[in-house]
């Protein structure tokens, strides 16, 4: 199994729920918040999440990157894992967040990130 991410946003007049799709440059343009759902099986240690926000490359892996809130660890019937794995993430891109899960036994799962634009960021 690789990484799956779904994503969940409001760019009016196009909403998505559970899209494979990410939001677009333009979509991304008037979206406060994306909800992004990363399923990841034991051996997946990295997963992508394109918000598309647009920044610049020093502002980036500097102040002007999504707030991560969360995530919240699904495990059981969803998630099939059994321990909550250890995350970190990586700000350097400037659309594209990375999620770093160390592979160890029962990381396996679900787990949900809220990305918001920093209000500094905001158009």
């Known amino acids: 199994m690789s990484v799956s991410v779904l994503y969940s946003f409001d760019a009016s007049p196009t909403v998505a729920y559970s899209s494979a799709t990410p939001p677009t440059a333009g979509q991304a343009a008037v979206v406060q918040e994306i909800v992004a759902e990363v399923n990841w099986a034991l051996a997946d240690t990295q997963a992508l999440i394109t918000h598309n926000y647009g920044y610049s490359a020093s502002a980036a892996g500097n102040y002007f990157r999504p707030q991560v809130v ?54």
Not at 72 to 79: R, S
Not at 107 to 113: D, L, R, S
Request: proline share 7%; glycine share 14%.
């Open 70 to 123: 969360g995530p919240v660890w699904i495990v059981g019937p969803l998630g099939g894992g059994t321990s909550q794995p250890f995350v970190s993430f990586d700000f350097t891109n400037t659309n594209v967040l990375k999620a770093n899960k160390l592979g160890v036994a029962g990381t396996e799962g679900t787990f949900v990130v809220y990305l918001r634009r920093p209000f500094s960021a905001s158009k």
